[in-house]
Structure formats: C-alpha cells, structure tokens
C-alpha cells in the first residue's frame, strides 16, 4: 500500500484526477464527506487531504510514502525527499511585485515583504541587494499599499490580486509547478511500486500538455 498525502484544494482535486486517470482511482475519495483518509486495496492507495504547505512535513517524516507539493515550498523549505515528477500543473510562478512607478534606490535597504523569506532572500543575496525580509502569513499585498514593504515576493498565478490592488510585477524569480516527491526511505523500499506509479502519472502528463 502507498501512502499518498494530497493537498487540499482544487490543485490536490486536479492531481487526483490525474491518478486516477493513471490506474489509482480511490471512490470512496469522491463522495462528499469531511473524512481525510480514503483507500482503495485493490489499487494499493491510500490518500489523506492534508493542508498544501504541511505535504512536505508529512512525507519528509514518513507518515506519507509520497506527496504533492509546490516547487515554492521545496524551494523554500528543503526538506529531505526526492522530487520524482513535474506534473506540470499548479503553474503559477514566483516574483517580485510592487507599484508600477516603484524605482529601486539602491542606497537604501530594500524592504520586502514575503511569505517565502528564504526564496526571496537566496533571490536577493544573487543580485547582492541589501534587504530586510518582513514575513507575513497572507494578504502580502497590503504591505507595499500601507508601506510596510517596498516591494512584495509572492505567487503571481493570473495576476488579478495584483491588478485589483494597484501593483505590478516588475520582476520573475522562478517558475512553479506541482512535483510528485517522496519519502527517500519508502523510495528504497517500495521502489517498484513508486516507480510504477511515477512511470504512469508521468504518462498522464504527457497526455495532458
Ligand atoms: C496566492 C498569492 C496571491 C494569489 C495570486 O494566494 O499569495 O495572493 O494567490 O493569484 P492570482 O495571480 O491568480 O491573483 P493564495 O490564494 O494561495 O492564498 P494565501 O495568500 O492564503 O496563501
């Protein structure tokens, strides 16, 4: 049996119909109920809802032999897995965004407010700018409106949120995708089912794009 954590969300809804596609339906899991755990035997899975940003926790500690994380939070987190598949949806990407008329003045340190600070900060130190990194848990783009930021490092997907509060992207720092990772210690020891199942889904992305 594979222990499969999925996001909660329409992304984890979106990868779920691509395993199931591939051979790992679970019908229990498309009943609307509140349970977290669903299995099916016969297919050798059993899946669990968890919150997106919790997934890495989760398989990086063993209770999931695999999971479906954001490269945001690989990039921000790293933990310990293997990444086995871009599965090439979730596409969004992560940039640095702020007023339209924002210019950088480089004698100064550059205020950014961010839910990623170490994305944002490993961006910076590339570019050798001096900033000071305010973390925030949501609705980043209030800081620079109120000033408590210059700029903003987040998630831009459509661009609305942007738009719809005055701002801009003025730089991208890295693409985003969902990624299949696992458990390094499960990848060892049910090497043949994580493939296979890695092997399929990759086919259903290949289909998909
Ligand atoms: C993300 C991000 C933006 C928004 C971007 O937030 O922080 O606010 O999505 O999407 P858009 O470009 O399509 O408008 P999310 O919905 O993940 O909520 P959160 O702030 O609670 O993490």
Redesign the pocket.
């Known amino acids: 049996m594979l222990d499969i954590a999925l996001p909660k969300g329409r992304l984890g809804e979106r990868v779920y119909a691509m395993l199931k596609a591939a051979g790992y339906p679970c019908p229990a899991l498309e009943s609307p109920d509140r349970r977290l755990i669903f299995e099916n035997p016969e297919a050798g899975v059993r899946y669990f809802w968890v919150k997106p940003s919790d997934v890495t926790i989760y398989v990086e500690r063993g209770a999931a032999d695999l999971g479906i994380a954001g490269k945001d939070i690989l990039l921000e987190n790293s933990p310990e897995l293997y990444e086995l598949l871009d599965l090439k949806t979730g596409i969004?990407r992560m940039a640095v965004a702020g007023p339209a008329d924002f210019r950088d003045n480089r004698e100064k340190t550059l205020r950014v407010a961010t839910?990623f600070p170490k994305i944002a900060g490993d961006f910076y130190a590339g570019k050798s700018r001096a900033v000071e990194l305010i973390k925030l848990n949501?609705?980043?783009?209030l800081a620079p409106i109120l000033g408590l930021s210059d700029v903003i490092v987040?998630?831009?997907?459509?661009?609305?949120?942007?738009a719809e509060n005055g701002l801009t992207v003025l730089e991208t720092v890295c693409p985003v995708s969902a990624r299949l990772v696992a458990n390094p210690t499960s990848y060892r020891f049910k090497t043949e089912e994580i493939r296979r199942l890695a092997g399929r889904l990759g086919e259903e992305v290949d289909h998909a794009v």
């Open positions: 969004c839910k949501g609705s980043i783009e987040d998630i831009v997907e459509t661009g609305r949120t942007l």
